[in-house]
C-alpha cells in the first residue's frame, strides 16, 4: 500500500474533460482543503491498455454514457500486419490510427504503450530508449495534435529500469509503471506513475478492493491498468461490470474518475 503523504492542495482549477458525443462535460476539481462542498479527494484512473479494437470502442461508449474521458494506451505498430503478438492475450484485432484518431476526437485519451511492447527491462538500455523514441515519432505522426511533451508513457509488461525512468522523465511528461496502485495527489513535478493490476483471469474482485483501500484514505490517485472487456486480454472485466462500476463511482462526491494525462494537466 503506498504511503500518503501529507501535502498541500494541488489541484486548484476548473478541469475540462472536452467534447464527449458534442456534449462538453466539466467536472471541478477544487482545492481539496478549501472546504468546498464537492471537493475530488480520491482520483480514479483506469488504464486501458494494449488498444484492442473491440474493447476500445466498447470502453470508449460506456465512458460516454456518463460523459467521461477514458485512458486508452495502444502500442504504435500494433496495428500493422507484421505486428508479433508478444503473447497469448493479445492475439485478437488491435485498432489503428484511424480509430485511435476518432477516439481522441471524441474526448477520450490515447496515449503510447510502447512501439512493439517490449519488455524494456530485459534490453540494453541504449536499445530500450531508442524504441521508446520509434513510439513518440509514430505517434507523433500519426495521432492528430500529439505532443510527447503532454504524454504518458504506459510501460508495457509495467516494467522499467531507474536509468530508462531517469530519461524518459525528460521526453514525456509523466510515465506509468510498475509498483503501488494508490499514488500520491499529483504535483507539477510528477514524473513517475505506478500502477496496480490483475491477472490473467477477471480482474474485478481485485480492482474493487482496491477502489475500497482508496475510499478509506483521506484522499489519494489510484491507477488501474486494465486491459480489454468480456474476455478480451489480460485481466478482462465485463462490459457490464464496468458500466455499473463507473455509475456507482459517479454517485461519491469525493470521486472523479479521469483519464492520467488529464490529471496531470489539471494542477
Ligand atoms: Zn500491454
Given at each position: 500500500?503506498?504511503?500518503?503523504?501529507?501535502?498541500?492542495?494541488?489541484?486548484?482549477?476548473?478541469?475540462m474533460?472536452g467534447?464527449l458525443?458534442?456534449?462538453?462535460?466539466?467536472?471541478?476539481?477544487?482545492?481539496?482543503?478549501?472546504g468546498?462542498?464537492?471537493?475530488?479527494?480520491?482520483?480514479?484512473?483506469?488504464?486501458?491498455?494494449?488498444?484492442?479494437?473491440?474493447?476500445?470502442?466498447?470502453?470508449?461508449s460506456?465512458?460516454?454514457k456518463?460523459?467521461?474521458?477514458?485512458?486508452?494506451?495502444?502500442?504504435?505498430?500494433?496495428?500493422?500486419?507484421?505486428?508479433?503478438?508478444?503473447?497469448?492475450?493479445?492475439?485478437?484485432?488491435?485498432?489503428?490510427?484511424?480509430?485511435?484518431?476518432e477516439?481522441?476526437?471524441?474526448?477520450?485519451?490515447?496515449?503510447?504503450?510502447?512501439?512493439?511492447?517490449?519488455?524494456?527491462?530485459?534490453?540494453?538500455l541504449?536499445?530500450?530508449?531508442?524504441?521508446?523514441?520509434?513510439?513518440?515519432d509514430?505517434?507523433?505522426?500519426?495521432?492528430?495534435g500529439?505532443?510527447?511533451?503532454?504524454?504518458?508513457?504506459?510501460?508495457p509488461?509495467?516494467?522499467?529500469?531507474?536509468?530508462?525512468?531517469?530519461?524518459?522523465?525528460?521526453?514525456?511528461?509523466a510515465?506509468?509503471?510498475?509498483?503501488?496502485?494508490?499514488?500520491?495527489?499529483?504535483?507539477?513535478?510528477?514524473?513517475?506513475?505506478?500502477?496496480?493490476?490483475?491477472?490473467?483471469?477477471?480482474?474485478?474482485?481485485?480492482?474493487?478492493?482496491?477502489?475500497?483501500?482508496?475510499?478509506?484514505?483521506?484522499?489519494?490517485w489510484?491507477i488501474?491498468?486494465?486491459?480489454g472487456?468480456?474476455?478480451?486480454?489480460?485481466?478482462p472485466?465485463?462490459?457490464?461490470?464496468?458500466?455499473?462500476?463507473?455509475?456507482?463511482?459517479?454517485a461519491?462526491?469525493s470521486?472523479?474518475?479521469?483519464?492520467?494525462?488529464?490529471?496531470?494537466?489539471?494542477?
Amino acid at each position: 500500500m503506498s504511503a500518503i503523504k501529507p501535502m498541500k492542495p494541488l489541484i486548484n482549477r476548473r478541469t475540462m474533460i472536452g467534447m464527449l458525443g458534442g456534449v462538453t462535460a466539466t467536472l471541478a476539481l477544487p482545492n481539496i482543503v478549501s472546504g468546498k462542498k464537492t471537493p475530488k479527494r480520491h482520483i480514479i484512473t483506469l488504464s486501458f491498455d494494449d488498444g484492442f479494437k473491440k474493447s476500445s470502442l466498447l470502453t470508449a461508449s460506456i465512458y460516454e454514457k456518463y460523459k467521461l474521458s477514458a485512458c486508452i494506451n495502444v502500442i504504435a505498430t500494433g496495428h500493422l500486419s507484421n505486428f508479433k503478438s508478444p503473447d497469448d492475450y493479445q492475439v485478437t484485432e488491435k485498432g489503428d490510427f484511424g480509430l485511435w484518431n476518432e477516439l481522441k476526437a471524441r474526448g477520450h485519451e490515447v496515449m503510447p504503450h510502447g512501439y512493439k511492447h517490449a519488455n524494456k527491462t530485459t534490453i540494453p538500455l541504449r536499445d530500450a530508449q531508442d524504441l521508446v523514441s520509434r513510439c513518440l515519432d509514430f505517434f507523433s505522426r500519426n495521432l492528430k495534435g500529439f505532443e510527447p511533451e503532454k504524454a504518458i508513457f504506459n510501460m508495457p509488461y509495467n516494467a522499467s529500469t531507474p536509468e530508462l525512468e531517469e530519461w524518459l522523465a525528460t521526453q514525456v511528461l509523466a510515465f506509468r509503471t510498475g509498483g503501488v496502485a494508490i499514488n500520491e495527489m499529483p504535483q507539477k513535478k510528477t514524473k513517475k506513475l505506478t500502477c496496480g493490476a490483475f491477472g490473467p483471469g477477471s480482474t474485478e474482485e481485485h480492482l474493487e478492493q482496491q477502489i475500497k483501500n482508496l475510499l478509506a484514505l483521506p484522499q489519494g490517485w489510484l491507477i488501474y491498468n486494465t486491459h480489454g472487456l468480456d474476455g478480451e486480454g489480460w485481466g478482462p472485466m465485463r462490459s457490464t461490470f464496468l458500466d455499473r462500476l463507473l455509475d456507482r463511482l459517479m454517485a461519491i462526491e469525493s470521486v472523479a474518475v479521469l483519464p492520467a494525462g488529464k490529471v496531470l494537466e489539471g494542477i
